[in-house]
Protein backbone atom coordinates (compact mmCIF):
# COMPACT_ATOMS: atom_id res chain seq x y z
CA UNK A 1 0.00 0.00 0.00
CA UNK A 2 0.86 3.13 -0.61
CA UNK A 3 2.62 5.02 2.30
CA UNK A 4 1.09 8.23 1.61
CA UNK A 5 -2.08 6.70 1.83
CA UNK A 6 -1.23 4.98 4.85
CA UNK A 7 -0.83 8.08 7.07
CA UNK A 8 -3.50 10.56 8.37
CA UNK A 9 -1.78 13.88 9.69
CA UNK A 10 -3.45 15.56 12.54
CA UNK A 11 -1.90 18.76 14.19
CA UNK A 12 1.14 18.46 11.99
CA UNK A 13 1.54 14.49 13.25
CA UNK A 14 1.12 10.98 11.05
CA UNK A 15 -1.62 7.99 12.63
CA UNK A 16 -0.65 5.26 10.67
CA UNK A 17 -3.52 2.91 9.07
CA UNK A 18 -4.33 0.31 7.48
CA UNK A 19 -7.14 -1.22 5.31
CA UNK A 20 -8.79 -4.18 6.55
CA UNK A 21 -11.86 -6.00 6.08
CA UNK A 22 -13.01 -3.43 4.52
CA UNK A 23 -12.58 0.05 6.21
CA UNK A 24 -9.88 1.86 7.67
CA UNK A 25 -8.35 0.70 11.12
CA UNK A 26 -5.98 3.25 13.00
CA UNK A 27 -3.07 2.76 15.25
CA UNK A 28 -4.15 3.37 18.84
CA UNK A 29 -0.74 4.45 19.78
CA UNK A 30 -0.22 6.79 17.27
CA UNK A 31 -4.08 8.29 18.45
CA UNK A 32 -3.02 8.41 21.80
CA UNK A 33 0.44 10.00 20.95
CA UNK A 34 -1.01 13.08 19.12
CA UNK A 35 -3.83 13.57 21.73
CA UNK A 36 -2.04 13.28 25.11
CA UNK A 37 1.30 14.51 23.59
CA UNK A 38 2.68 11.64 25.65
CA UNK A 39 6.57 10.67 25.29
CA UNK A 40 5.14 7.62 26.70
CA UNK A 41 1.96 6.62 24.36
CA UNK A 42 2.78 2.98 24.48
CA UNK A 43 2.72 2.99 28.61
CA UNK A 44 -0.29 4.99 28.27
CA UNK A 45 -2.41 2.89 26.22
CA UNK A 46 -1.45 0.18 28.65
CA UNK A 47 -3.48 1.87 30.91
CA UNK A 48 -5.76 2.88 28.91
CA UNK A 49 -6.76 -0.51 28.11
CA UNK A 50 -6.93 -1.53 31.94
CA UNK A 51 -9.39 1.38 32.38
CA UNK A 52 -11.60 0.67 29.34
CA UNK A 53 -11.90 -3.19 30.34
CA UNK A 54 -13.33 -2.27 33.72
CA UNK A 55 -15.79 -0.14 32.00
CA UNK A 56 -16.59 -3.40 29.58
CA UNK A 57 -15.06 -2.29 26.96
CA UNK A 58 -14.54 -5.66 24.91
CA UNK A 59 -11.41 -5.19 24.00
CA UNK A 60 -10.65 -8.60 22.27
CA UNK A 61 -13.53 -8.06 19.90
CA UNK A 62 -12.55 -4.52 19.48
CA UNK A 63 -8.83 -3.92 19.18
CA UNK A 64 -6.79 -5.40 16.13
CA UNK A 65 -3.09 -6.65 15.96
CA UNK A 66 -2.72 -5.19 12.41
CA UNK A 67 1.06 -4.96 10.70
CA UNK A 68 1.70 -1.36 10.28
CA UNK A 69 5.18 0.12 9.10
CA UNK A 70 7.34 2.12 11.79
CA UNK A 71 9.76 4.58 12.06
CA UNK A 72 12.17 1.90 11.11
CA UNK A 73 10.81 0.72 8.11
CA UNK A 74 9.56 -2.37 9.49
CA UNK A 75 6.45 -3.60 9.70
CA UNK A 76 5.16 -4.77 13.15
CA UNK A 77 1.97 -5.92 15.01
CA UNK A 78 0.18 -3.00 16.38
CA UNK A 79 -2.82 -2.29 18.31
CA UNK A 80 -5.53 -1.00 15.91
CA UNK A 81 -9.12 -0.07 15.88
CA UNK A 82 -12.10 0.80 13.06
CA UNK A 83 -13.16 4.52 13.09
CA UNK A 84 -15.92 3.59 15.37
CA UNK A 85 -14.08 2.01 18.41
CA UNK A 86 -10.94 4.80 17.47
CA UNK A 87 -13.55 7.28 18.80
CA UNK A 88 -14.53 5.43 21.84
CA UNK A 89 -11.16 5.50 22.77
CA UNK A 90 -10.88 9.21 21.85
CA UNK A 91 -13.50 9.61 24.54
CA UNK A 92 -11.33 7.77 27.34
CA UNK A 93 -8.58 10.14 26.82
CA UNK A 94 -8.54 13.52 29.28
CA UNK A 95 -6.97 16.17 26.73
CA UNK A 96 -7.63 19.30 25.45
CA UNK A 97 -6.83 17.87 22.00
CA UNK A 98 -9.61 15.29 22.19
CA UNK A 99 -12.28 17.97 23.29
CA UNK A 100 -13.38 18.52 19.79
CA UNK A 101 -13.57 14.98 18.63
CA UNK A 102 -16.35 14.62 21.69
CA UNK A 103 -17.96 17.62 20.95
CA UNK A 104 -18.60 16.48 17.39
CA UNK A 105 -19.33 13.20 18.65
CA UNK A 106 -22.02 14.69 20.70
CA UNK A 107 -23.64 16.85 18.28
CA UNK A 108 -23.84 14.11 15.79
CA UNK A 109 -24.97 11.84 18.23
CA UNK A 110 -28.03 14.20 19.28
CA UNK A 111 -28.55 15.01 15.37
CA UNK A 112 -29.09 11.14 15.02
CA UNK A 113 -31.44 11.21 17.90
CA UNK A 114 -33.32 13.66 16.77
CA UNK A 115 -33.80 11.91 12.92
CA UNK A 116 -35.30 9.02 14.51
CA UNK A 117 -37.62 11.76 16.29
CA UNK A 118 -38.03 12.92 12.90
CA UNK A 119 -36.72 11.04 9.81
CA UNK A 120 -37.29 14.12 7.30
CA UNK A 121 -34.51 15.46 9.29
CA UNK A 122 -32.32 12.87 8.03
CA UNK A 123 -33.12 13.22 4.46
CA UNK A 124 -32.81 16.46 4.48
CA UNK A 125 -29.44 16.25 5.82
CA UNK A 126 -28.30 13.99 3.26
CA UNK A 127 -29.63 16.78 0.45
CA UNK A 128 -27.69 19.02 2.24
CA UNK A 129 -24.79 17.24 2.19
CA UNK A 130 -24.97 16.12 -1.72
CA UNK A 131 -25.29 19.77 -2.13
CA UNK A 132 -22.06 20.57 0.00
CA UNK A 133 -20.26 18.28 -2.73
CA UNK A 134 -21.49 19.89 -6.24
CA UNK A 135 -24.75 17.66 -7.27
CA UNK A 136 -27.51 19.59 -8.92
CA UNK A 137 -30.89 19.99 -7.21
CA UNK A 138 -32.14 17.65 -10.30
CA UNK A 139 -29.53 14.91 -9.18
CA UNK A 140 -30.54 15.28 -5.87
CA UNK A 141 -33.92 14.68 -6.42
CA UNK A 142 -33.37 11.39 -8.69
CA UNK A 143 -31.29 10.14 -6.07
CA UNK A 144 -33.65 10.35 -3.48
CA UNK A 145 -36.18 8.87 -5.57
CA UNK A 146 -33.86 6.21 -6.27
CA UNK A 147 -33.03 5.32 -3.12
CA UNK A 148 -36.87 5.13 -2.21
CA UNK A 149 -37.61 2.69 -5.00
CA UNK A 150 -34.27 0.99 -4.07
CA UNK A 151 -36.04 0.43 -0.39
CA UNK A 152 -39.16 -0.83 -1.61
CA UNK A 153 -37.80 -3.02 -3.91
CA UNK A 154 -35.01 -4.83 -1.58
CA UNK A 155 -38.20 -4.44 1.13
CA UNK A 156 -40.37 -6.80 -0.89
CA UNK A 157 -37.33 -9.14 -1.75
CA UNK A 158 -36.82 -9.22 1.79
CA UNK A 159 -40.79 -10.51 2.44
CA UNK A 160 -40.10 -12.84 -0.19
CA UNK A 161 -37.09 -14.50 2.01
CA UNK A 162 -34.26 -12.91 -0.16
CA UNK A 163 -31.61 -12.85 2.44
CA UNK A 164 -27.92 -13.01 1.12
CA UNK A 165 -25.93 -10.61 -0.72
CA UNK A 166 -25.58 -12.65 -3.80
CA UNK A 167 -29.31 -13.03 -4.16
CA UNK A 168 -29.42 -9.29 -4.09
CA UNK A 169 -27.13 -8.69 -6.65
CA UNK A 170 -28.35 -11.36 -8.84
CA UNK A 171 -31.96 -9.72 -8.50
CA UNK A 172 -30.62 -6.17 -8.82
CA UNK A 173 -28.68 -7.05 -12.48
CA UNK A 174 -31.79 -9.04 -13.58
CA UNK A 175 -33.76 -6.10 -12.53
CA UNK A 176 -31.29 -3.61 -14.87
CA UNK A 177 -30.97 -5.95 -17.45
CA UNK A 178 -34.81 -6.15 -17.96
CA UNK A 179 -35.31 -2.85 -18.56
CA UNK A 180 -34.19 -0.03 -19.87
CA UNK A 181 -32.55 1.98 -17.30
CA UNK A 182 -30.38 5.04 -17.84
CA UNK A 183 -28.50 6.46 -14.96
CA UNK A 184 -25.69 8.58 -13.71
CA UNK A 185 -24.85 9.98 -16.93
CA UNK A 186 -22.38 12.51 -15.53
CA UNK A 187 -20.00 9.33 -14.59
CA UNK A 188 -20.59 7.51 -17.83
CA UNK A 189 -22.80 4.76 -16.34
CA UNK A 190 -25.95 4.03 -18.88
CA UNK A 191 -27.74 0.64 -19.42
CA UNK A 192 -30.06 -0.22 -22.00
Same mark, same amino acid.
Given at each position: ?? +??????? #?? @????? &????? $???? #???? $? =? /?? %??? !??? &????????????? +??????????????????? $?????? +??? %??????? &????? /??????????????? %? @??????? =???? *????????????????? !??? /????????? %??????? *????? @????????? /???? *??????? =??????? @??? =??
Amino acid at each position: MD +TEKALVV #FQ @GKSIR &RTWFN $DEWW #FSVV $D =I /IS %VLT !ESG &RARKYWSDLKKRL +TEEGFELSAKIGQLKLVSS $DSKSYL +TDC %VNTKNAF &RVIQS /IPSKKAEPFKQWLAE %V @GYQRVQE =IENP *ELAQKRMKELYKAKGYS !EDW /IEKRVRGIA %VRDELTG *EWDKR @GIKTKKEYA /ILTA *ETLKNQK =IFCAPEI @GLQ =IS
